[in-house]
């Protein structure tokens, strides 16, 4: 096998392990939904449809956009919705697993930088031996995933507010830690990735952290 057909092999292995993650959680979505729609549970039969749209609007966002993104963070992107938008609320982890909105906040603060650096790349995809400062690429991606992480905020008041639930505890304290969590994860990623590309050109950064393309 040359190595033309081994890249086609490897794309499509991803694009199989991508469609049936994609898959299952589409699977345990519908299958809460009828569990809760036969037991006259109406309410709990929202969330399942809530998340499956969201899922379908991040795919055809992608689509749409072109956006490059690895198997890795397409996979973590997908389950980090699953998590924040299914979990959450149909099974009320916030209450079952200690600490679990900090961790998801923490663990947003990792994702969308790397979700800020994709769209960094997209933006200057067409841009020829691209010379820009690493500090630039790094700062733009924490701007970007601070940004996320006040929306999320924003998010859980606007929930709080209309839809009944308890994601902030009516307390400044829980809304500043969550801002925190992601901030510190993020700083934490921004410096890791500025040590590991300051002595390289942005392009080879590129290359080596998006190397699958979207199929």
Same mark, same amino acid.
């Given at each position: !096998?040359?190595?033309?057909? $081994?890249?086609?092999?490897?794309?499509h /292995?991803?694009?199989?392990?991508?469609?049936? +993650?994609?898959?299952? =959680?589409?699977?345990?979505?519908? #299958?809460?939904?009828?569990?809760?729609?036969?037991?006259?549970? /109406?309410?709990?039969? #929202?969330?399942?449809?809530?998340?499956?749209? /969201?899922? &379908?609007? +991040?795919?055809?966002?992608? *689509?749409? %956009?072109?956006?490059?993104?690895?198997?890795?963070?397409?996979?973590?992107?997908?389950? +980090?919705?699953? !998590?924040?938008?299914?979990?959450?609320?149909?099974?009320?982890?916030?209450? &079952? &697993?200690?600490?679990?909105? *900090?961790?998801?906040?923490? +663990?947003?603060?990792?994702?969308?930088?790397?979700?800020? $650096?994709?769209?960094?790349?997209?933006?200057? *995809?067409?841009?020829k031996? $691209?010379? /820009?400062?690493? #500090? %630039?690429?790094?700062?733009?991606? =924490?701007?970007?995933?601070?940004? #996320?992480?006040?929306?999320w905020? &924003?998010?859980?008041?606007?929930?709080?507010?209309?839809?009944?639930?308890? !994601?902030?505890?009516?307390?400044?304290?829980?809304? !500043?830690?969550?801002?925190i969590?992601?901030? %510190?994860?993020? %700083? $934490?990623?921004?410096?890791?990735?500025?040590?590991?590309?300051?002595?390289?050109?942005?392009?080879?950064?590129?290359?080596?952290?998006?190397?699958?393309?979207?199929?």
């Amino acid at each position: !096998m040359n190595i033309k057909n $081994l890249s086609l092999y490897k794309e499509h /292995i991803d694009f199989n392990f991508i469609n049936c +993650f994609e898959l299952s =959680l589409y699977l345990v979505a519908a #299958i809460s939904f009828i569990y809760y729609f036969i037991n006259g549970n /109406i309410h709990k039969t #929202i969330q399942p449809i809530i998340s499956i749209l /969201i899922l &379908i609007v +991040f795919k055809l966002f992608i *689509k749409i %956009t072109h956006l490059e993104l690895n198997r890795l963070l397409e996979v973590s992107i997908m389950t +980090f919705i699953f !998590m924040a938008m299914f979990l959450t609320y149909e099974f009320n982890f916030y209450h &079952i &697993i200690p600490l679990y909105d *900090k961790l998801l906040h923490s +663990f947003s603060g990792i994702l969308f930088f790397f979700v800020g $650096l994709a769209i960094f790349k997209h933006i200057n *995809k067409n841009e020829k031996n $691209l010379q /820009i400062s690493p #500090i %630039t690429v790094v700062l733009f991606c =924490l701007f970007f995933s601070l940004s #996320i992480a006040g929306s999320w905020e &924003i998010f859980e008041f606007a929930s709080d507010k209309f839809h009944g639930s308890d !994601m902030q505890k009516e307390s400044l304290n829980d809304t !500043m830690g969550d801002i925190i969590c992601a901030t %510190t994860t993020a %700083t $934490l990623t921004g410096s890791y990735v500025y040590l590991k590309i300051r002595k390289q050109a942005t392009n080879y950064i590129f290359n080596n952290l998006f190397k699958h393309k979207q199929v």
